[in-house]
């Protein structure tokens, strides 16, 4: 590849120093040179297009963004340094057109990542905002549409959707995640897919819970809760509904906490009452759990309707 003009021999022997090297010393070396090593990453997946050198790359990115996901932060602050015009993210974007499924996983589980990653950088340069505001929009659309694309019925049969949905439970734990999902038309996407399958097989319960945590991290988003609540597809009785029936823990857990986030949102308190959410708390309160996340919040919700009736009486008899 040196020899083809596609590395310098600086890179070269960058390389070398990752090269069949364990994972700590990989990241002593990002630690010392990010940005370089960064850059050579992203020259690599540009200019090479053998699968097996391109998925070695991935999967050694994966594999250090896992053990110490501060590496992201080099790929956010090569593009500021070069104000936009030396775009590590490019060329993960451009993956995302390849046959290969591992390549395919690897780089959308990978952009996921890194364009969520809360970096102290500053886009103060404006072509480098443009930049990344494009790749967030353009990543964000890409999974809605392979989310949409699979009969819901079907889903849990397909990788594509397990890796795609991985990717955006990485991407909705930032704001501007969240913010790109709503744009994208991602929230009534994710209930679609809440309808597939019978929720008893294990593939479908794991679907289920991905789906719902995704909603769960987007309910952190003012904007998306207001959505969630108002939204005609009847969010909150579909998670009630799952709280009521679901025997997986996982599941009723990130249920649970995804009402609580929605408790003050438009009329969602009310709505949770009309779906029977009183009745469903006082069986769930006799379930012993392990999660105690889950036992934390049946009290808070169980609270928080007391506390709405007991304002409620007050005002009512103010006004008799």
Known sequence: FQNAGILTKEQLEMMYLLDKQTVDNQIAQFEANGIPLTDLMATILAGVN???????????????????????GYFHELLVSSKGYNDPFGP??????????????????????LLAYKSHVIYSDAHAGQVMERHLATFTEWVTFILKAVNPVDVGDSPKIQYALMALQH????NTGREACLKADGFPTLCGLMAGGE??????????????????SLSYYPEAALEMVTSKVGLVAKLVDIVKGVPKEKVVRVALATLRNLLGAGNAASDMVGCGIMKVLGSLQTRKWADEDIVEDIDFLNLARSEERRVGKECRSRWS
């Not at 594999?63 to 501060?70: F, I, M």
């Not at 057109?97 to 990542?113: A, C, D, F, I, N």
């Not at 929720?199 to 769960?216: E, G, K």
Request: with cysteine.
């Open 50 to 72: 053998k699968d097996e050198v391109i998925q070695y790359i991935l999967a050694m990115l994966d594999e250090l963004l896992n053990v110490q996901p501060r590496i992201a």
């Open 171 to 174: 991407l909705l734990g930032s």
């Open 92 to 113: 993960l974007m451009k993956l995302l057109t390849r046959s290969s499924l591992y390549v395919l996983e690897k780089s959308t589980l990978l952009l996921g990542k």
């Open 199 to 216: 929720r008893t097989t294990s593939s479908s319960l794991q679907l289920l819970y991905q789906v719902v945590f995704c909603l769960w």
